[in-house]
């Protein structure tokens, strides 16, 4: 079926469709992964944008239930050169266009995406829309510009739990094809989910946390009494898309958390509510940073990590006032980890649990449960 697409720069496009129908409309960025499609549209942090895949070839692999970051597919659409129908893998259990179906998400395809991600590389993130039942250029445009931008949603509320629950589930062996016997907990932390990918929880199980995960409109009052009490640790604060200086009630709470000095670690998202609940506030990126490649210096050791990343936006360089920068990107020396002078928090911007991605920053699991035990 014949799409039809008007990106908010006044560019109208064409292209074929697979996947879900209808009119939608959303953020695009690109991701530079070369593997993990359905990693990345079911990581929750994507809500409301349609994602660009720099790899022309999409849907060889197909998807299955062990690679599902959430309980759903998050973002908009996604946007390729080249579907595959065709898929083959021993662990597939349904194509690519099955998985988009099945949780009413848009797939485009046949068109040129190096296009496409030059746009964006050039001219920023821009607002979409696409339409498979709409072909007039103007009312697209109409319907665009009296949309909602993604900075005016608050997406945390649709992808939060509604209830807390216990996470037992450890990391993935890629060797035996399984999920790895969890270790006896030596800690037991508390994770806000603000959109929390599934192997961010493996990678705290996996490291030796007992993880139970609650709802974004947590009290912060309640877990001052429970890790006082000692029934808790320490708390995790997760990703999540869109702009963080939307979750004013998430900020208040946060910084009762940070007066009592309660042990934290953020990554993505949650590394940008630590600043901005430190009153440091984060501002937006031209393009962001979505792919599997990004080179991240670790300035204790001076190591240079490739790592996965996914977020718009970025704190600002006056956190130096009151945190030690651990970590840069090398791409374009923005801040990739910090770790907090007066008080028992660290943080990263890029995603050490992979997924897709290399995991050669994984050891930050293990730092966090280091920090509760000092």
């Given at each position: 079926?014949?799409?039809y697409?008007y990106l908010?720069?006044?560019?109208?496009?064409?292209?074929?469709?697979?996947?879900a129908e209808g009119?939608?409309?959303?953020?695009?960025?690109?991701?530079?992964?070369?593997t993990?499609?359905?990693?990345v549209?079911?990581?929750?942090?994507?809500?409301?944008?349609?994602?660009?895949?720099?790899?022309?070839?999409?849907?060889?692999v197909?998807?299955?239930?062990?690679?599902?970051?959430s309980?759903?597919?998050?973002?908009?659409?996604?946007?390729?050169?080249?579907?595959?129908?065709?898929?083959?893998?021993f662990?597939a259990?349904?194509?690519?266009?099955e998985?988009?179906?099945?949780?009413?998400?848009?797939?485009?395809?046949?068109?040129?995406t190096?296009?496409?991600?030059?746009?964006?590389?050039n001219e920023?993130?821009m607002m979409?829309?696409?339409?498979?039942?709409?072909?007039?250029?103007?009312?697209l445009?109409?319907?665009?510009?009296n949309?909602?931008?993604?900075?005016?949603?608050?997406?945390?509320?649709?992808?939060?739990?509604?209830k807390?629950?216990?996470h037992?589930?450890s990391?993935y062996?890629?060797r035996?094809?399984?999920?790895?016997?969890?270790?006896?907990p030596?800690a037991?932390?508390?994770?806000?989910?603000?959109?929390?990918?599934?192997n961010?929880l493996?990678?705290?199980?996996?490291?030796g946390m007992?993880?139970?995960?609650?709802?974004?409109?947590?009290?912060?009052?309640?877990?001052?009494?429970?890790?006082?009490?000692k029934?808790?640790?320490?708390?995790f604060?997760?990703?999540?898309?869109?702009?963080?200086?939307?979750?004013?009630?998430?900020?208040?709470?946060?910084?009762?958390?940070?007066?009592?000095?309660v042990?934290m670690?953020?990554?993505?998202?949650?590394h940008?509510?630590l600043?901005?609940?430190?009153?440091?506030e984060?501002?937006?990126?031209?393009?962001?940073?979505h792919?599997?490649?990004?080179?991240?210096?670790?300035?204790?050791n001076?190591?240079?990590?490739?790592t996965?990343?996914n977020h718009?936006y970025?704190?600002?360089?006056?956190?130096?006032?009151?945190a030690?920068?651990t970590?840069?990107?090398?791409?374009?020396?923005?801040?990739?980890?910090?770790?907090?002078?007066d008080?028992p928090i660290?943080?990263?911007?890029?995603?050490?649990?992979?997924?897709p991605g290399?995991k050669?920053?994984?050891?930050?699991?293990?730092?966090?449960?280091?920090?509760?035990?000092?």
């Amino acid at each position: 079926m014949r799409v039809y697409i008007y990106l908010q720069n006044g560019v109208f496009l064409e292209a074929n469709s697979f996947g879900a129908e209808g009119t939608v409309v959303g953020e695009i960025v690109f991701n530079t992964s070369m593997t993990g499609y359905q990693e990345v549209m079911s990581d929750p942090s994507y809500a409301g944008q349609f994602v660009t895949f720099t790899m022309p070839e999409i849907g060889v692999v197909g998807t299955n239930e062990q690679d599902m970051q959430s309980s759903s597919a998050h973002a908009k659409g996604m946007i390729v050169r080249k579907y595959q129908k065709r898929y083959s893998n021993f662990r597939a259990e349904a194509s690519l266009e099955e998985f988009l179906l099945k949780y009413n998400v848009m797939g485009i395809c046949d068109i040129d995406t190096r296009y496409l991600t030059k746009t964006i590389r050039n001219e920023g993130a821009m607002m979409m829309i696409a339409s498979t039942s709409i072909s007039d250029k103007e009312e697209l445009k109409k319907i665009l510009e009296n949309s909602p931008r993604i900075e005016d949603i608050n997406y945390i509320e649709e992808v939060s739990t509604k209830k807390a629950y216990k996470h037992e589930s450890s990391t993935y062996s890629d060797r035996e094809f399984k999920f790895d016997t969890p270790p006896t907990p030596q800690a037991n932390i508390v994770v806000i989910d603000f959109g929390v990918k599934r192997n961010i929880l493996n990678g705290l199980v996996g490291a030796g946390m007992g993880v139970e995960v609650i709802p974004n409109n947590f009290s912060a009052d309640d877990l001052i009494e429970r890790y006082n009490s000692k029934s808790i640790d320490g708390v995790f604060l997760s990703n999540g898309p869109g702009d963080p200086l939307v979750l004013k009630k998430e900020q208040e709470q946060i910084k009762k958390l940070i007066d009592a000095k309660v042990p934290m670690f953020g990554i993505c998202l949650g590394h940008q509510l630590l600043s901005i609940s430190h009153g440091y506030e984060t501002y937006k990126l031209k393009f962001g940073h979505h792919g599997g490649n990004h080179p991240v210096k670790n300035i204790k050791n001076g190591f240079v990590e490739i790592t996965s990343q996914n977020h718009n936006y970025n704190v600002s360089d006056n956190i130096v006032e009151i945190a030690e920068v651990t970590h840069i990107n090398l791409f374009d020396n923005t801040i990739e980890g910090l770790r907090y002078k007066d008080s028992p928090i660290f943080s990263v911007q890029h995603h050490p649990e992979a997924n897709p991605g290399p995991k050669e920053s994984d050891y930050v699991f293990n730092e966090f449960l280091s920090l509760i035990k000092r």
